[in-house]
Structures are given as C-alpha cells and as structure tokens.
C-alpha cells in the first residue's frame, strides 16, 4: 500500500503528463464548440401524439437481417471462411431485431431530427478522442514508471532491496490507477462540458435504437441495431465501462514493451509502430480482400478503438461476430495479462545490466 | 555466514569471473583490484542482481536467490554509480528506501534522522539531492544502504569522493558494525582498507588471488622492497613500484628479490604489495 502510495506520487510529479492532459481537455472544448450548430435542432421534446405512431415508425417491425448478410457476404466473396462468419452474425442479429420490434425501441424520440449527429459527436468523435487520450495517458504513466529506475540509475538499489524486482509488479497496480484515474477525469470533465452545453434531462431514458438513430457503413444506411436494449444512459454507461477496459489493455501493452526491452525510448517506438502498423496492416489486409485475416485484425486494440462509434451493435464490416468489441476487449485483456506475467517471471531471474 | 561456491560469470564471450570460492564470516573485507578485475561484478551476484553462470552462493547453506526476500532483508547494498531522485529530499529519499525495505512506517524516521546525523548530513536532510556535492550524496547512499541494518553490507568503493575528514569518519563508522555483521567494501584507495579490513580479497586474471589479512599479503614482500634515489640504475630483475618525494629529492620505491645497491630496505605497505603484484600483469600488457 504504502509503496503503491509512493509510485502513484511520482505519476503526480511528471509534467508533460498534465501537460497533456490540459491539451487533450482543450481538444475536447473545441470538438465539443466546433459541433455546436447540431444543437439548434437537437430536440428532446416528446411529440405528445406519439403514442399514435403509425406500424411504419416501428422500423424493425419485419426487419429481415438477411438483406445485410448478404450485402456484406457479397463484400467479402473472396474468402469463403469470412463469408460464413457474416452470415452466422447475421443470422444471430434476426432475433434481436424481432425483439426491438416487439420492445418498440424505434417509436423512442431519442433526439428527434438531431439524433443522429448527437449520437455521433457523443458515441464516435468525444469517445474516440476521451479514449485515445485515456489510452496515452495509460502507456505515458507505465512507460514513466517502469523506466523511472532505469532513468535515474536507481535500479540496482532497488532490485537489492528488500522488495526487489517485484516492485516493478507494484509498478503495474500503480499506473493502472493512475492511468484508470486520469481516464475518469478526462471522460467525467470532457462529458460534464458537453452536458452542460447540451440537455439530455429528458432523453437518458430513451431507447438508442429509436427511429432517428441509424448507422451507415459502405455508404449503407440501415437502423441502430444492437445486441441489447440499451437506453441512452445504459449506451454511455456501457461505452465508458469497456472504455476503461480498453484503456488498460493499452497499458498493459505497454508494460510489455518496456518489460520486453528494458528501456524507455525503445518500448515508445515499437509501441507505437505496433500500434500504428496494426491499422495499417489491417487497411492492406482489406484492400487485398484477405478477408479473414482483415477479421482476426478487428480484433486489435486500436482496431476495436477506432470502431467505437459502432460498439455493441452489428457493426458492419468491423466485426464478424457479436458483441465483438467486448470479446475483443477481453481478449486482450487475457492475452496482454499472460504476456505480462510472463515478462514478470522472465524479469525475476535475469541479470540487470 | 556467505558462501561462494566456485562461482563463474560470463557476458556473453567474456568471462568476468572464474571459479570464484570464497567463505565470509564476521568482519571487514577489502576487495581489492585494479579496473575491471570485476569486483563490481562479485558485488552485483552478491547482491543478486546478477546471477552465477556456473556455481552458487549461500547464506547459512541456504542458496541466496531461493532465499528472495528474506536475503535481501538482511543485505545492505550501495552501488558504484549510487542513483538518486533529483528531486527528492535526502529524508524523502530514504523514506522511499525505507518503504522499499519494510520497515515499519512508525520506526522509520526515526532510523533515518540517526543516520543521517552519523553521516554527518543532519543540515543537509532538507535540500535537494541534486543540489549535493558528489560526496554529499555517497554519505546519503551509504545511510540507505545502512537503512535495515543490515547483517550483510556490501559497498562498492564507498569512499570515492569522500574528502579526508569524511573517510576517516567512516572507516571509523564500518570498524564498529563490522563486529557483528559482515561488510564487503571495494575500492582503490589501499589506505581506506589497509587499517580496518581484516582480510583482503584480491582478484587477478578474472580469477581469485588471495584472501588474507593485510599483514599476511605484505609479509611476502618482507625484505623485497627497497627505496632507492631517482637517479640509481634500474636492473632488469627489479620493479619500479612508485615514485615519491624523500628528504632528499625524488625517490623510488623498488621490488627486487636481492637488495640492490645503495637500497634501503622499507617495510612493504599494503600499496607496496598491491602494485608488486600486479607489476608483472601491466608490464606484459
Ligand atoms: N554488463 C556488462 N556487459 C558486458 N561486460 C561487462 C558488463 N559489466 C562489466 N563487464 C565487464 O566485466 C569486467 C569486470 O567489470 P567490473 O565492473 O566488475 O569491474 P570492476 O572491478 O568493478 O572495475 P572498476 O574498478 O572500474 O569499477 C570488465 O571487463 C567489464 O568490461
Ligand atoms: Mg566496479
């Protein structure tokens, strides 16, 4: 305790840290004014005739999911394999659709004409810039703390110590605090700007599937179809839980980097060239049509970042199965904590150099 | 009690370290060897920083790195490059060694006020570390490695960049712990060791020379060193070890195995017996 104490102090004491953090907040001011002509229509106001919407409103009423399977196995027609997963996807998402109809999410006003937008800024461009800085500050705060030692020579004293080398485990626990500590401040202040300028008193209640709401993918429109009735404020909730989750897979990446190479600078560059190679790779997996590994690519942190616009629904050509953003988080969580103990055990019987 | 067991350490070709088989009991020990005889590097695998290649070490039979903890409880350790927090306080500094070293939180400031004045840097305990001279902050490194009172202490070349006053306080200081504990301390300086080790460890050629007491590494040089005047002809058969300033002008001081001519013979000092016998290794080279 006392030694998580200590090493959560050195995180309070490193500059460029709350330096960024103040640019990434100024971002998020300016994403969130740049945007603020959406909010001339957003419209939160109960139509009181509502209760009469005609059958036609009720958008998932007859919704046969079969039509985006094949849109998309069509898409994906070179490989057999990925095919199949489409179809299986879609053949999953049938039943959901016959429960959205029955539950009357679509006949939800949500934010009438401004829905969409709303949903967008919200759900794709402030949770896509909360993550991306809540991940950075992760992969910072270990990247510093593990190095701290290394940088200041004091490794060898600290490894003969009492604690030793399991310090470094010490480490961990602090800067994912830390790191899951700054990502709540940079969500809880990005998100109360953005409520304050914005009323969403009357609409946490209402479905995320409503009639307004839809997604386009391949320039295809289709409803919001998710893999679970969720309300707006359910939607936010569940958005900011995986978030966190996805914020530490990043930071355990980052632990083993600089477990794997022993210095700072070097676990930053491949970091970031895994990272941005990922993508990359996955953008040239999609333009050669190797489908199936363009999939197993989704699965990669920043893959599953990126596509956060898109979370818990039937995501399109991001995903090849259901609730992929979730298994994907999990995944690498458990695969990101193997690797970490592994290094940890490696690290405990190697020669300090 | 320490072992080393016929302990090897390689990097990877190069062998630091060979067959090294050592027992410590109570006492002070002097590692004594020029650069890069690998003293740090016995230091380091007693420190468990670094592991044996071949053979192993125990403390009271038990090997040291299965021991984990409960050995380095008991080990005091200062490196040659002693790192800091810039930033921190000599105080707030310990505090971070102190927590690293379990000790209790209510007995902790305490420990560090008491060494911090047997270090003689009471005054100093509130400044920055980077605003310490170069032997300001060896006395900090060398309260945190007496932190847990530690039975075992391992310092390498603790004296570097202690002014005289400084060293003699704390040849003083590792005289009195030595009597219940063991204290490992390298270093370059002879004078720093010649009076308060009881034994001398000595490496040559990666490769363990001696372990004696001072008086039993000079006794060999007994009647081998003489002082002759700067100008006396050197013979092929004897070893300039030093130069030195005499009563009368410049004079040397000479290893030969006969008394050579207008020789006075001197009693070998610990330097004597260090440069003789490294003599030969740095003429070959
Ligand atoms: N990490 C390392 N990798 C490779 N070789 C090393 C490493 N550390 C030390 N050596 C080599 O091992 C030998 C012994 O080094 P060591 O530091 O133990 O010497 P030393 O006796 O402490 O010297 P000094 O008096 O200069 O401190 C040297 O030849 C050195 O070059
Ligand atoms: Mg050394």
Same mark, same amino acid.
């Given at each position: ?169 010490t480490k961990l626990a602090a800067a994912m605090l830390s790191a899951e500590a700054l990502y709540v401040l940079l969500a809880g202040m990005t998100l109360a700007f953005y409520l304050g300028r914005w009323d969403y008193g009357g609409i946490w209640g209402d479905s995320v599937s409503s009639r307004f709401n839809y997604l386009t993918d391949m ?135 | ?48 920083? =670094?592991?044996?290649?071949? %053979?192993?070490? $125990? ?5 040291? #790195? *299965? !021991?984990?903890?409960?050995? @380095? ?55 920055? =570390?980077?605003?310490?001279? %170069?032997?300001? $902050? ?5 309260? #945190? *490695? !007496?932190?847990?009172?530690? @039975? ?55 490769? =363990? ?77």
């Open positions: 305790m006392r030694l998580i104490a200590c090493e959560m102090k050195k995180v309070v004491y490193f500059p460029a840290l709350w330096t960024f953090l103040m640019l990434s907040l100024v971002l998020n001011g300016l994403l969130i004014l740049g945007n603020d002509d959406v909010r001339n229509y957003f419209d939160t106001e109960k139509d009181d005739s509502g209760a009469i919407i005609d059958a036609s409103e009720n958008v998932f009423e007859g919704y046969d999911t079969g039509v985006l399977a094949s849109f998309y196995a069509d898409i994906v027609r070179e490989s057999p394999t990925a095919a199949g997963w489409i179809r299986k996807k879609y053949s999953l998402l049938q039943p959901r659709a016959e429960q959205l109809a029955k539950s009357g999410a679509a006949l939800d006003h949500y934010a009438g004409k401004a829905t969409y937008e709303s949903h967008q800024l919200l759900f794709g461009t402030l949770m896509r810039a909360i993550l991306a800085e809540g991940s950075i500050c992760a992969m910072l705060v270990i990247l510093y703390l593990m190095g701290y030692e290394q940088l200041n020579r004091t490794e060898g004293q600290v490894c003969a110590s009492c604690k030793g080398r399991r310090l470094w485990m320039l295809y429109k289709r409803p919001f179809l998710t893999w679970h009735n969720f309300t707006v404020g359910g939607y936010l909730a569940a958005s900011l839980s995986l978030g966190a989750g996805l914020v530490a897979v990043f930071g355990l990446l980052a632990a083993v980097c600089a477990m794997l190479l022993r210095n700072v600078y070097a676990a930053a560059l491949v970091l970031g060239t895994v990272l941005f190679g990922g993508i990359g790779l996955g953008s040239l997996f999609s333009q050669c049509r190797v489908w199936a590994a363009y999939f197993v690519m989704t699965l990669q942190p920043s893959a599953v970042w990126l596509d956060v616009n898109v979370w818990f629904t039937e995501s399109g050509i991001a995903a090849f199965i259901p609730w992929q953003e979730t298994v994907a988080v999990v995944l690498n969580l458990a695969v990101c904590g193997m690797a970490v103990c592994g290094m940890f055990r490696r690290f405990m019987r190697r020669d300090l150099s | 009690m320490l072992s080393v067991e016929r302990v090897t350490k390689c990097y990877g070709n190069l062998t630091a370290l060979e067959d090294i088989s050592l027992d410590l009991a109570q006492g002070v020990y002097g590692l004594l060897a020029p650069n890069g005889a690998g003293k740090s590097t016995l230091m380091k695998m007693l420190a468990t920083l =670094l592991f044996p290649t071949k %053979g192993r070490i $125990l403390w009271d039979g038990e090997e040291i #790195v *299965a !021991m984990g903890e409960r050995y @380095r409880g008991l080990l005091g350790y200062l490196p040659q490059d002693f790192g800091y927090y810039p930033n921190s306080t000599p105080r707030q500094f310990m505090r971070y060694a102190a927590a690293l070293q379990k000790i209790p939180r209510a007995e902790t400031d305490r420990r560090i006020s008491r060494l911090l004045e047997l270090v003689g840097l009471s005054d100093a305990a509130d400044r920055k =570390l980077k605003r310490l001279s %170069g032997g300001m $902050l060896q006395r900090v490194g060398i309260a #945190v *490695a !007496m932190l847990n009172d530690p @039975r075992l202490l391992i310092l390498d070349e603790p004296t570097a960049g202690l002014d005289p006053g400084e060293r003699v306080r704390f040849r003083n200081m590792i005289h009195s712990l030595a009597e219940d504990r063991i204290v490992i301390l390298s270093t370059h300086i002879v004078s720093d060791i010649e009076t308060i080790a009881g034994r001398i460890i000595m490496l040559r050629d990666h490769r =363990l020379l001696c372990c004696d007491t001072p008086a039993q590494i000079c006794g060999r040089f007994r009647g081998k060193i003489f002082q002759l005047p700067a100008d006396a002809q050197i013979m092929p058969h004897q070893h300039v070890l030093s130069e030195g300033q005499g009563e009368n002008g410049t004079v040397l001081r000479v290893l030969s195995e006969m008394p050579p001519e207008d020789g006075v013979a001197v009693a070998p000092s610990l330097e004597d017996a260090f440069l003789a016998i490294y003599a030969s290794k740095r003429e070959g080279a």
